[in-house]
C-alpha cells in the first residue's frame, strides 16, 4: 500500500510524530483554538499546542471518565469517576468550579452553544444585561481560610479573573453542559456552572409496536454510551445499551420484551424548552448562579470568622483558666469572677488574684491576650466589610430581580419560577443583612468591653507592682461589672457565628417584639421571630429558602424532557457474558441540511440533519460482521415530514477482513474519520495502522421504517443491502504503528491526532490545503 501512495497525492499530511509518557485514553480539540487535551492512563491532563508544545499538566486526583470543551474554548469541563465535574481554565488549567450532580461516573460530556441570536417579541434581536454592575462594584470574592492552600475548597482559585468572566453568562451565548453517568441519568448545566434539569433514562417510557400492536416499553440497566445536543438544543441523542421491557398497563408490571432484550439503542429526547424559553432561562441562570457564587462567599466568611474568633477565645481562656486553678489550689470558696469583683470594689487583692497577675498573666501576657482579640476583632470586622456585607448586598438585589422576574407568569411561570418561592427567599436575604448589621454591632460592643478590661488589669498589675499608672488609659467600672457578669464565660459574638445542631435562641424583650409584630402590618416582611435567630441561623434558612426557590424551576424543565423516538440499533452480550474490555466506537454529529427543505417557513434559519455513526460488534448478529452503521434523519419535527423527509435512512459499510476498525469520528461537511489496523504479510504479530476519510453523504442509504419494532432490530433489515468498503478507493494513509482509540479530530483545524502503540501520538493535517490549518498561536 505505501507503494500505490507514493504513485499518487497523500491525501494527509504528517506534521508530528512525538513521544507521549503515557498511555492516552481520551483527547479533544479545542473548538477556537490550536489546543489539545489529552487524558493519559493515569489520569492526568495534558494540554498541547498544535507545534506539540505542552501548556499544563494537572491531576485531579481521581480517575477521569469524560472530556468536553466549552463552545468558545475557554474551559474545560473535566467528569470524575465519584460523579463530580470540574470545569478547568483554558489558559493555567486552575479549577474555576467543581458541582456533584452525579453519584456515579460521568461517562460522557456534551457541551452546546445555541447558534442562533436570541430575540424578543418583536423579533428584534435580544440581548440580556445583567444590570448588577451599574449599582455595585465587582463581585467579592470569599476570603482566603487560614492555613488553606489556594484551590483547597474546590470551588476556585483565589486571584482568578477568569471565574469572572466564567460565571458571566451575559457575555456568552446561551449553552447547556450535558452529562451521562453510569447510572444512567444525564444532567443539563446552563453555562456549565447552573444545573437546570436531571432525567434517568430508566423513567423514560415509548411507544413501539410489537406484533401488529402499540406497546409501552422502557429500558433497565441501561448504561449510557453518548449524548449530544442538537445546535438548536431543541433535541438530544441519547446512544446507551440496555433491557427493552414492557411497562404494564399501571405503569408497575415490568417483564422482559423478548429473547433478545438487551441491546445498543438510540434515544431521542424532546428539549425544546432550552430553544423555546432560552431567553428566560438565560436571566434566570445568569442570576441564580450568581447567587449561589455569593452565598458560598457568605459561607466561607463566616467559617473563616468563626475560626479566627474561635482561636483568640481559645487563647483568652487557656491563659485565665489557670486562674480557677490557683483558687482551688488555695482552698477558697469563690470564682474568678467574684474574686475580680472584689479587687475592683477596692477589697484586699487574695494571693491566688495576685500570683496570678503578677506572676501568671503579667503585663506582657495582657499586650499578648489583648493584641490578639483586638486583631481577630479587626479582621472580622474587614472580612464582613470586604466580603459578606457586600455579598449579603448584591444577594439581596438579584433576589429582587428574580422577585421582579416571577411576577411576570405568562414568561416564567412555564420554567418553574415560583413568585411565592421567590418572594420568601428575597425575604430571607434581606433578613440576612439585618442579621450583619446585627452582628457588627455586637463585635464592637463586645471589643470595647473586653478593651475596657484589660485596660483595667494593665492598671491592677502596675499598682500590684508598685510601678506608676498615670500614664495608662482610663477605664469604666461598670462596664467591667458588665462584662464579668456577661462575658467572661460566655462568648455572644460565637453564638451568632457558629453553625450547630442545637437550637439556639437569643432571648428578646416582650415589648420589641410586640413592636416587630405591629411593623408587619405596614408589610415589606411577615418574619418576627428573626431577632431571636443567630447570624449563622438566619444564613441556614436563606439557604433552604433559596434551594427551594431554585429547586422548582430544575423540577419544571425535568418533568418537561421526554422521549420523542426510539430505535432498537443491535443486540449486545448480557452483562455477565459481555467482555469487560468491550468498547462500541461511537460518533454523532449534526450538518446543515442544504436541501430545499432546510430552511424553515416561519424562522427563516438553517436547519439540520443528525449523523449517528458506530461500529457493529460482531457479537450482534451472526450474518453481520466487521461493518460500520450510518444512520442519519432520526431527529425530525413536524416541519421536516411535512417536506418528504419522514424516512430514515441508513447504510452498513462492510470493511475489508484483514481491517478491523479502532476508532471513528464524523467531521465536518458530512464526512467519517476512520481509524482502522491491519495486520501484515510480515507475521500475525505486525501491525499496521490506517486512517480514512470519506463523504457520509454519498453513501448508498437505505429507507428504513420510523415504526420502530421490537421484533426486529434495526441494523439487521440492511444485512442484504450492505456496502463494501474499498479503501483504495477513498483517501487513506498508512500509518506504520499499530493504532489504538482515541481518534481526535478538530473540524474547525482540519487535523487530526493518531495515538500509535509504544506511547506516541501522530498529528496529520486532513485538508488538502496546509493553509487552513493555522500555525500555533
Known amino acids: 500500500m505505501e507503494t500505490e501512495e507514493s504513485c499518487r497525492v497523500v491525501p494527509f499530511q504528517l506534521q508530528f510524530d512525538k513521544p507521549l ?60 469517576d465519584d460523579g463530580t465535574l470540574s470545569l478547568h481554565d483554558v489558559e493555567n488549567g486552575k479549577l474555576l468550579r467543581s458541582l456533584k450532580s452525579h453519584c456515579s461516573a460521568i461517562i460522557c460530556l456534551n457541551w452546546e452553544e445555541d447558534n442562533h441570536l436570541v430575540r424578543d417579541d418583536c423579533s428584534h434581536t435580544s440581548k440580556y444585561e445583567d444590570r448588577t454592575s451599574r449599582f455595585f462594584p465587582p463581585a467579592p470574592k470569599a476570603p482566603r481560610m487560614p492555613g488553606l492552600v489556594s484551590g483547597d475548597n474546590g470551588f476556585m482559585d483565589d486571584g482568578e479573573e477568569s471565574f469572572q468572566e466564567l460565571s458571566n ?14 447510572d444512567g441519568n444525564i444532567c443539563f448545566s446552563i453555562f456549565g456552572i447552573f444545573p437546570i434539569s436531571k432525567i434517568n433514562i430508566y423513567d423514560l417510557t415509548f411507544p413501539l409496536s410489537r406484533e401488529g400492536a402499540e406497546t409501552t416499553y422502557k429500558l433497565l440497566n441501561a448504561s449510557i454510551h453518548k449524548v449530544a445536543l ?16 414492557v411497562v404494564g398497563d399501571e405503569l408497575k408490571d415490568v417483564h ?55 482561636d483568640a477565645m481559645h487563647t483568652f481562656q487557656e491563659k485565665f483558666s489557670s486562674l480557677s486553678t490557683l483558687i482551688i489550689d488555695h482552698g477558697i470558696d469563690s470564682s474568678p469572677q467574684e474574686e475580680f469583683l472584689s479587687l475592683l470594689g477596692g477589697a484586699r487583692t487574695s494571693p491566688p488574684v495576685h500570683q496570678f497577675l503578677v506572676n501568671t498573666l503579667s503585663e506582657v ?34 433576589m429582587g430581580e428574580l422577585r421582579g422576574l416571577s411576577r411576570w407568569r405568562a414568561r416564567y411561570h412555564g420554567i418553574g419560577l415560583d413568585e411565592s418561592l421567590v418572594n420568601n427567599a428575597t425575604e430571607k436575604a434581606g433578613m440576612l443583612l439585618v442579621q450583619v448589621e446585627r452582628f457588627m454591632r455586637v463585635l464592637s460592643s463586645v471589643l470595647q468591653q473586653y478593651a475596657n478590661f484589660f485596660n483595667w488589669l494593665f492598671k491592677c498589675i502596675k499598682l500590684l507592682m508598685s510601678e506608676p499608672s498615670d500614664q495608662l488609659l482610663p477605664y469604666n467600672s461598670e462596664l467591667i461589672v458588665i462584662f464579668l457578669k456577661f462575658l467572661y464565660e460566655q462568648d455572644p459574638v460565637k453564638q451568632l457565628l457558629e453553625i450547630s445542631d442545637a437550637d ?68 449486545l452480550p448480557s452483562l455477565s457474558k459481555a ?189 488538502e490545503d496546509e493553509d487552513e490549518v493555522s500555525d500555533a498561536e
Not at 487524558?39 to 471518565?65: A, C, E, M, Y
Not at 451565548?173 to 451521562?180: Q, V
Not at 442538537?230 to 421491557?245: E, H, N, P, Q, Y
Request: glycine share 4%.
Open 21 to 80: 509518557p503515557s498511555h492516552v485514553t481520551m483527547a479533544e480539540w479545542n473548538p477556537e483554538k490550536d489546543l489539545l487535551a489529552m487524558v493519559t492512563h493515569d489520569s492526568k491532563i495534558l494540554l498541547h499546542r498544535f507545534n506539540w508544545q505542552r501548556l499544563w499538566t494537572i491531576s485531579p486526583g481521581k480517575s477521569i471518565t469524560s472530556l468536553c470543551w466549552r463552545p468558545d474554548g475557554k474551559a474545560i469541563a473535566v467528569g470524575l
Open 169 to 182: 453568562s451575559s457575555l456568552q451565548r446561551f449553552n447547556i453542559l450535558c452529562s451521562g453517568d453510569k
Open 230 to 245: 442538537s445546535k438548536d438544543l431543541c433535541r438530544l441523542i441519547v446512544m446507551c445499551s440496555g433491557d427493552l421491557v
Open 256 to 310: 422482559l420484551a423478548g429473547h433478545n432484550e438487551h441491546g445498543l439503542h438510540c434515544l431521542a429526547l424532546k428539549t425544546s424548552i432550552f430553544c423555546d424559553r432560552k431567553n428566560e432561562l438565560h436571566q434566570v441562570a445568569q442570576q441564580a448562579s450568581s447567587i449561589e457564587d455569593l452565598t458560598e462567599v457568605v459561607r466561607t466568611s463566616l467559617s473563616v470568622m468563626c475560626r479566627q474568633w474561635s
Open 365 to 398: 501576657g495582657v499586650k499578648r491576650i489583648s493584641k490578639v482579640i483586638c486583631g481577630a476583632g479587626k479582621e472580622l470586622q474587614s472580612i464582613v466589610l470586604d466580603h459578606l456585607q457586600p455579598a449579603a448586598e448584591v444577594i439581596g438585589f438579584r
Open 504 to 571: 439556639y435562641d437569643i432571648e428578646i424583650d416582650v415589648e420589641t417584639m410586640q413592636r416587630i409584630r405591629e411593623l408587619v402590618q405596614f408589610g415589606g416582611f411577615s418574619d418576627t421571630e428573626y431577632l431571636r435567630r443567630t447570624l449563622a441561623k438566619e444564613f441556614q434558612q436563606m439557604e433552604i429558602s433559596f434551594r427551594e426557590a431554585f429547586e422548582m424551576p430544575f423540577i419544571t424543565v425535568s418533568r418537561k424532557i421526554l422521549c420523542e423516538d426510539f430505535l432498537p440499533l443491535c443486540p
Open 579 to 767: 467482555p469487560s474490555s468491550m468498547r462500541i466506537p461511537t460518533s454523532v454529529s449534526y450538518y446543515e441540511d442544504s436541501s430545499k427543505a432546510s430552511l424553515s417557513h416561519y424562522t427563516c434559519q438553517k436547519q439540520y440533519i443528525d449523523y449517528v455513526s458506530l461500529q457493529v460488534p460482531n457479537e450482534s448478529f451472526s450474518d453481520i460482521a466487521n461493518c460500520v452503521c450510518i444512520v442519519r434523519g432520526f431527529m425530525y419535527d413536524s416541519h421536516r415530514l411535512k417536506n418528504g423527509y419522514s424516512s430514515l435512512e441508513a447504510v452498513l459499510l462492510y470493511i475489508p477482513a484483514d481491517y478491523q476498525c479502532v476508532d471513528l469520528s464524523l467531521y465536518k461537511d458530512s464526512q467519517i474519520v476512520m481509524l482502522l489496523n491491519r495486520a501484515t504479510k510480515r507475521s500475525e504479530s505486525a501491525v499496521d495502522g490506517c486512517m480514512m476519510i470519506m463523504h457520509a453523504s454519498d453513501l448508498p442509504y437505505v429507507s428504513i421504517s420510523r415504526s420502530a419494532c421490537t421484533d426486529n432490530w434495526t441494523l439487521q433489515e440492511l444485512k442484504d443491502s450492505v456496502a463494501h468498503l474499498n479503501i483504495g478507493d477513498e483517501k487513506a494513509r498508512t500509518i506504520p504503528h499499530s493504532v489504538t482509540a482515541p481518534l481526535a479530530v478538530s473540524a474547525s483545524r482540519g487535523v487530526a491526532c493518531v495515538f500509535a502503540a509504544r506511547k506516541r501520538a501522530l498529528v496529520y493535517i486532513l485538508e
